[in-house]
T-cell receptor
Framework: NAGVMQNPRHLVRRRGQEARLRCSPM?????VYWYRQLPEEGLKFMVY????????ESGMPKERFSAEFPKEGPSILRIQQVVRGDSAAYFC????????????FGSGTQLSVL | GESVGLHLPTLSVQEGDNSIINCAYS??????FIWYKQESGKGPQFIID?????DKRQGQRVTVLLNKTVKHLSLQIAATQPGDSAVYFC??????????????FGSGTRLSIRP
């Protein structure tokens, strides 16, 4: 009965490199959310996806950030040309259906940019 | 707005006492509210939720109160235990589309338990 799985747990990148964060939703869930959390702050909404479709990306930075949730495989949050300010914890959550308000969160990926 | 760079407020409670954590929300159109608990190094964990047509909802050792007039939400934890130590976030669904959800988090409160 696996919950939301995120990997890697920790990711270290140098400035200018690419970061790929993966999220496998709970079994039977077809909707995925990505959030970003800085130390001592709340979670900031980034993007809401269902399989092969972006529903709401109003929280995504306009450049360097992209997200996908393909028909097969995990959801990917991709950050190109990372900068130190991208260092944060990135959390993924899933829900069963569109409109489901109860989200189940993964343990997050801690991204550190050197 | 965002509380960038501010430390989380801390509530210190004696073990066994009741805890009350407060939250102000901004969107008067929100109709669904949730409290999450986040322990160090983990993702948020659902505690309890409430819809805007209710004023109060009780769970096991927890109660959520909603005051729509002043846009205020509170979480009451009865007989606080060491395992309750965590950061607590309120969240709301701000989606204008009833067929979609957009859950936005508040800034959080750290609950610290004194033995």
């Amino acid at each position: 009965n696996a919950g939301v799985m995120q990997n890697p747990r920790h990711l270290v990148r140098r400035r200018g490199q690419e970061a790929r964060l993966r999220c496998s939703p709970m079994k039977g869930h077809s909707h995925v959310y990505w959030y970003r959390q800085l130390p001592e702050e709340g979670l900031k909404f980034m993007v809401y996806l269902q399989k092969e479709n972006i529903i709401d990306e109003s929280g995504m930075p306009k450049e360097r950030f992209s997200a996908e949730f393909p028909k097969e495989g995990p959801s990917i949050l991709r950050i190109q040309q990372v900068v130190r300010g991208d260092s944060a914890a990135y959390f993924c959550a899933s829900s069963r259906n569109r409109g489901d308000e109860k989200l189940f969160f993964g343990s997050g990926t801690q991204l550190s940019v050197l | 707005g965002e509380s960038v760079g501010l430390h989380l407020p801390t509530l210190s409670v004696q073990e066994g006492d009741n805890s009350i954590i407060n939250c102000a929300y901004s969107n008067s159109a929100s109709d669904y509210f949730i409290w999450y608990k986040q322990e160090s190094g983990k993702g948020p964990q659902f505690i309890i939720d409430i819809r805007s047509n209710m004023d109060k909802r009780q769970g096991q050792r927890v109660t959520v109160l909603l005051n729509k007039t002043v846009k205020h939400l509170s979480l009451q934890i009865a007989a606080t235990q060491p395992g309750d130590s965590a950061v607590y976030f309120c969240a709301e669904n701000v989606s204008k589309d009833s067929s979609a959800s957009k859950i936005i988090f508040g800034s959080g409160t750290r609950l610290s338990i004194r033995p």
